[in-house]
């Protein structure tokens, strides 16, 4: 990805004090770090609503799931987990984007292709201009929905371990609707992987592609 402009980094970061102090309407835990995992060893599976509170989980050809996996990477499996910083697999370790937690969707191609997404449904802020998330994607480009449609995420600045997305959302300010994250089957052998965090409501417009320098 090709770097943003001196003026794109001010941007950003004039625009993230103003979202953080936004109220989310009835959305919950849109940052993760309401996950509740003491006790539970990393590779364990546990309840979604201890490791994802507020989110409904699933995988395609299962519907909903009950479960997620606690601080494990896939190296070739669709499955959905809460991670922390003692996630690994084999040679592989895991950060956090932001805080203490972030959730990675792993998808799976191939024989048996998989795609994994979470979903909540809440009231969207009055005032609400773009959906913003952090990012780090790894397969297929994920596919963010809103009240049923897709929502074109553009990419608004890249940092060394995630991009920041933002999408025009503007059309559902003060609606219900439910919000969902979905990572599609990859064609490689290796899964597909979106690491999640810090989903946030803004008031903030998207600006023209031709300010972010695209």
Do not use: R
């Not at 490791?51 to 479960?67: E, M």
Request: charged share 5%; aromatic share 10%.
């Amino acid at each position: 990805m090709k770097k943003h402009s001196a003026g794109l980094y001010q941007f950003v970061v004039l625009l993230l004090p103003i979202c953080s102090a936004v109220a989310q309407g009835t959305f919950q835990n849109l940052n993760f770090e309401s996950a509740q995992v003491a006790g539970y060893s990393p590779g364990a599976s546990i309840p979604i609503s201890a490791g994802l509170p507020g989110w409904a989980a699933g995988v395609t050809g299962t519907n909903k799931t009950a479960t997620i996996i606690y601080d494990y990477i896939s190296l070739g499996a669709g499955f959905i987990s809460i991670c922390d910083t003692g996630a690994s697999t084999f040679y592989l370790t895991f950060t956090p984007i932001e805080g203490k937690f972030s959730v990675d969707l792993f998808s799976q191609g191939l024989a048996s292709p998989f795609s994994t997404s979470i979903s909540q449904t809440g009231l969207v802020p009055s005032g609400t201009m773009s959906l913003q998330a952090k990012m780090d994607v790894q397969g297929p480009t994920p596919v963010v929905m809103l009240g049923g449609q897709v929502i074109n995420m553009i990419p608004l600045a890249s940092f060394p371990t995630y991009t920041l997305y933002g999408g025009d959302v503007s059309a559902f300010s003060g609606q219900t609707a439910t919000l969902s994250f979905t990572e599609p089957p990859p064609t490689q052998s290796s899964p597909g992987s979106l690491l999640l965090d810090s989903i946030v409501f803004s008031p903030q417009p998207i600006p023209e592609p031709g300010v972010l320098g695209f």
